[in-house]
């Protein structure tokens, strides 16, 4: 099932303020992943245009002194009641994961599994360098991990005081408890500070800043994320086929589907 599949569902989205109309997904773009930001900016933007909050997307926050690399936030929502930072996932098929897992499993079919890096590391990474940017304590910040419609969550953590992890149809949902639950720790001088940080961050990231941080991916997908030696293509034994193994084997054993 796609993002787009169900005219029932699609509609119910539509009026809920979850998606827009035909005519406003002609400017929606073809890819899956852009797609997903694009429809949560969407549901930020149309449920909560009377409250003034504004959203950001594709911020390219740049790296500290502990660490040269930089981080890019899917969609950002600054509010009184904190800075909601969403990273969205794009996958099919189950998702398994505990909160202390470094690699969560997608399982595709029966045979067919593949891991990625926690989503819930990756946001608090996210927000580590943002609070660094800007100032603040990590607490002021709520981290959301938001899977497509496309997966189902079959054992993922429970929502926490750091984190939220949902399905886009289900975000309208979760943002509206968060901020009717939560206190307002901003007030309006320096909302208007972070948010003169923030344009200054957008008005920033540029497409070469964005040609960097995928170089930073690429890089890091082709580490060993529990080790940290070089990833190398292997072949089974079995039937010929390759996946993708650390070269540190045997003293590390891990292994993925593909780069």
């Not at 904190?82 to 099919?92: C, D, S, T």
Request: glycine fraction near 6%; include cysteine; aromatic fraction near 10%.
């Amino acid at each position: 099932m796609s993002e787009l599949d169900g005219i029932f569902d699609y509609l119910l989205d539509i009026a809920r303020g979850n998606m827009p109309g035909p005519i406003g997904m002609l400017k929606a773009p073809d890819e899956k992943g852009p797609l997903g930001e694009y429809l949560i900016k969407y549901a930020l933007d149309n449920n909560l245009a009377t409250t003034g909050y504004p959203t950001y997307t594709n911020l390219i926050v740049p790296g500290t002194d502990a660490s040269a690399n930089i981080a890019e936030i899917d969609v950002l929502l600054l509010t009184a009641k904190g800075i909601f930072v969403f990273e969205f996932k794009n996958y099919a098929g189950w998702i398994f994961g505990s909160a202390n897992q470094r690699q969560w499993t997608v399982s595709l079919a029966k045979d067919k599994r593949e891991r990625f890096y926690s989503p819930v590391l990756q946001n608090r990474t996210h927000i580590r360098a943002l609070a660094d940017y800007l100032g603040l304590d990590t607490s002021a910040f709520r981290s959301y991990i938001v899977f497509s419609a496309r997966c189902v969550l079959k054992a993922v953590p429970d929502d926490t005081a750091e984190y939220c992890i949902c399905q886009r149809p289900g975000l309208r949902a979760r943002i509206k408890r968060d901020l009717r639950e939560r206190l307002a720790i901003f007030d309006n001088d320096t909302l208007r500070s972070i948010k003169e940080r923030l344009d200054l961050l957008a008005a920033a990231s540029s497409e070469d800043a964005r040609e960097e941080h995928a170089e930073q991916v690429q890089a890091a997908l082709r580490t060993c994320p529990v080790c940290g030696k070089p990833l190398v293509e292997r072949h089974r034994k079995s039937d010929g086929g390759t996946f993708i193994g650390c070269s540190g084997y045997p003293k590390c054993r891990y292994t993925r589907n593909s780069w």
